[in-house]
């Protein structure tokens, strides 16, 4: 495809400090997804990369980079969750965007008691629970389509999601009217 492109538009493609710079200026909700490995072990990402796909039947997906653990422990297990987070909860976003290896150590969390997969409960102001539908390759990321099979929604958490974008996190409380 990319040749194509170059031979269509006369150039190639723009470093990836171009294209990260770019994808600054777009503000994105941010979430943790989450996953159990086979052996009970949870793992978990921030991930901004997360859309809506079908309504019928209700179809998400989250672009998560090749090599990530979490990805591996979510294809091993096929079940996730994607934690959308509330605008107090910045300090979560931070640590699972960090890999630290305790951050689930640090949080407080709970087990979906089908799928086994961690919940981020005061972190989150909706939560889904997915299996994988099917994965995609592109570039150095997986494109991951859930099958959302049950949504959480937690009101009392916040009526504001978290957003990045502009390289900082905000809210939409912070936007004049």
């Known amino acids: 495809m990319t040749d194509h492109l170059t031979s269509a538009v006369g150039r190639p493609p723009v470093d990836a400090g171009q294209f990260r710079s770019l994808m600054a200026t777009l503000p994105a909700g941010v979430a943790v997804v989450t996953t159990t490995a086979p052996d009970g072990r949870p793992w978990g990402m921030t991930c901004s990369s997360i859309c809506s796909v079908s ?4 179809i998400l997906l989250a672009c998560l980079r ?4 979490t990805l591996a422990a979510l294809l091993e297990s096929s079940v996730f969750a994607v934690n959308l987070l509330h605008d107090r909860a910045e300090a979560t976003a931070t640590l699972f965007a960090s890999g630290a290896a305790d951050r689930f150590d640090r949080v407080p969390w709970s087990r979906e008691p089908v799928s086994g997969v961690p919940h981020l409960v005061e972190a989150a102001h909706a939560i889904a629970d997915c299996s994988v539908e099917q994965t995609l390759r592109v570039g150095d990321h997986l494109v991951v389509f859930g099958t959302v099979h049950r949504v959480r929604t ?3 958490r916040s009526a504001n999601p978290l957003l990045y974008g ?3 996190y905000w809210s939409l409380a912070e936007v004049p009217s």
């Open 66 to 69: 090749e090599q990530s653990p």
């Open 154 to 156: 937690q009101p009392e």
């Open 55 to 58: 309504l019928r039947p209700p």
């Open 166 to 168: 502009m390289r900082r």
